[in-house]
Nanobody
Framework: QVQLVESGGGLVQAGGSLRLSCLASGRTFSNYVMGWFRQAPGKEREFVAAILRSGATSIYADSAKDRFTISRDNAKNTVDLQMNSLKPEDSAVYYC????????????????WGQGTQVTVSS
């Protein structure tokens, strides 16, 4: 079992920044690919970014490229999502997730999920 707890959400104006953090506990953190997903009201949960086990490789949704940066610290069991130039359409509940699989952009591949943290971007 892996337990994931997100933090760092909140209300921010358009153009602002937020940094989300996810703390993992349980099994060996470095064995897992870590991802961030988001879900807005009435919409499906969508992929935002993922980072591979060593942290050397990251993958982004088109909506996140050039604005968001995912990072991880395997010594601290944390994965962060730095979000810059935020837009109202970025408003959603953001979830941290862990997988041992290879389909990093597919939410079905992720085995463990946090409870989510709300991000609201005002215009």
């Amino acid at each position: 079992q892996v337990q994931l707890v997100e933090s760092g959400g909140g209300l921010v104006q358009a153009g602002g920044s937020l940094r989300l953090s996810c703390l993992a506990s349980g099994r060996t953190f470095s064995n897992y690919v870590m991802g961030w997903f988001r879900q807005a009201p009435g919409k499906e949960r969508e992929f935002v970014a993922a980072i591979l086990r060593s942290g050397a490789t990251s993958i982004y949704a088109d909506s996140a490229k050039d604005r968001f940066t995912i990072s991880r610290d395997n010594a601290k069991n944390t994965v962060d999502l730095q979000m810059n130039s935020l837009k109202p359409e970025d408003s959603a509940v953001y979830y941290c997730a862990a997988t041992r699989g290879v389909q990093f952009t597919n939410r079905v591949a992720y085995e463990y999920w946090g409870q989510g943290t709300q991000v609201t971007v005002s215009s």
